[in-house]
């Protein structure tokens, strides 16, 4: 677990404006909070707010330890997805004297739906909760207006496990680095890491093990060694996926495609990853007519990792089909966020990547590269 989330999450945020323009203050604690100080009894309830896995699995491990205590998780343990959850199910397990441990925990997960269902029979349940069992229901909203939200702030707790100052990870990273590793993560490294990772912190710690491994007996960690270990192979792969639609490959783009979609990527981040490579590939061709292009290249912002096979596509691609390659990918970013099927928007943007003839004659919007 990081050593302190307190930065990266939100903690006792307004809820909503209250009449005459007052500030209503959520019931809601902080996940750092929770770890540093848990309550000296378990809870009958406990709300997980937030998407962000990573804070979630810290949260779920902390619950567990508090509630089944050093027992066999196995015997009073229960976890169901929200989809799946039988509402008669979960009571019988709250109401089930655990075996082998303090209490019995049954945890729900994306509970939203299951919620909105039952709503009126949690309400009753959390008047008289059962004395053996704990539950634990992870949201990705909450109204703290509702009668059940109120009942929970009467016997359990509202944890956000969401990151709310993105502004704030950089400096968390540099925490991370050195109460962890005693190392000295430099701000334009972590700034790095904020850039290529998001606030992703599963991806994040992973990065800051890696480099602290990376930098050996080295106090510090610094932005090569962050483009050496993690932007590099980010960015190699982007530009591979770049290749291939160059070259017209569309299984072999589909596959990398497949493989950012794998790993969690969002359409707007695949197509905010891929704009900045084709705006220099532009550039670059454009420089290339008053310098050499090793100098257009360098003055584009190229990659020195990537510059033999930009050679290759700056010469292989005619005006014509940059142009139509990056209003597509004006057009995919557009359509990312706005249409109900972004994997759809993914794949339809990489066909008109392959196919620019089809692109230029596809009706999309806009008649020119943009900015």
């Known amino acids: 677990m990081p050593s302190d989330t307190h930065a990266v999450e939100g903690g006792k945020a307004t809820s909503g404006m209250a009449r005459k323009g007052s500030q209503k203050e959520s019931?809601?604690?902080?996940?750092?909070?929770?770890?540093?100080k848990p309550p000296t009894e378990p809870k009958p309830v406990y709300i997980l707010r937030g998407t962000d896995p990573y804070l979630l699995s810290q949260a779920r491990q902390a619950i567990r330890a508090q509630v089944l205590g050093p027992g066999d998780p196995g015997m009073a343990l229960m976890e169901v997805d929200g989809p799946d959850a039988v509402l008669a199910d979960v009571l019988d397990a709250l109401r089930t004297p655990p075996f082998l441990a303090p209490r019995r925990l049954v945890g729900v997960r994306e509970a939203d739906p299951f919620i909105t269902q039952h709503r009126a029979v949690?309400?009753?349940?959390?008047?008289?909760?059962?004395?053996?069992g704990s539950l634990c229901l992870e949201v990705e909203s909450w109204n703290e207006s509702t009668n059940l939200a109120k009942q929970v702030t009467k016997v359990g707790l509202l944890i956000q496990c969401e990151a709310a100052d993105p502004a704030a990870i950089p400096?968390?990273?540099?925490?991370?680095?050195?109460?962890?590793?005693?190392?000295?993560?430099?701000?334009a490294a972590a700034q790095m890491l904020t850039e290529y990772l998001g606030p992703d912190f599963a991806a994040l710690t992973s990065a800051v093990d890696m480099l602290a491994l990376y930098a050996g007996a080295s106090p510090t960690i610094d932005a090569p060694d962050v483009d050496a270990l993690v932007a590099r192979g980010h960015h190699e792969r982007i530009w591979a996926l770049c290749d291939a639609t160059a070259e017209r490959n569309l299984p072999r783009a589909l596959e990398l495609l497949d493989a950012f979609w794998t790993e969690g990527m969002a359409?707007?981040?695949?197509?905010?990853?891929?704009r900045p490579t084709f705006r220099q590939l532009v550039r670059a061709r454009a420089l290339s007519r008053r310098m050499s292009l090793d100098d257009a290249m360098a003055r584009a912002g190229v990659p020195y990792f990537a510059?033999?096979?930009?050679?290759?596509?700056?010469?292989?691609?005619?005006?014509?089909?940059?142009a139509a390659a990056y209003q597509t990918l004006v057009d995919a970013d557009l359509q990312s966020k706005t249409m109900p099927d972004d994997r759809l928007a993914m794949e339809t943007m990489i066909h008109r990547l392959c196919n620019p003839e089809a692109a230029r004659f596809s009706g999309s919007p806009g008649s020119g590269p943009a900015d």
């Open 27 to 36: 019931s809601a604690i902080r996940l750092s909070e929770f770890l540093k």
């Open 122 to 132: 949690l309400e009753r349940y959390l008047t008289e909760p059962s004395p053996c």
């Open 171 to 187: 400096g968390w990273l540099r925490h991370e680095a050195q109460t962890r590793y005693q190392k000295t993560l430099t701000p």
């Open 267 to 274: 359409a707007p981040q695949i197509v905010g990853a891929m």
């Open 307 to 322: 510059r033999n096979r930009v050679r290759g596509m700056v010469r292989a691609l005619s005006d014509a089909h940059l």
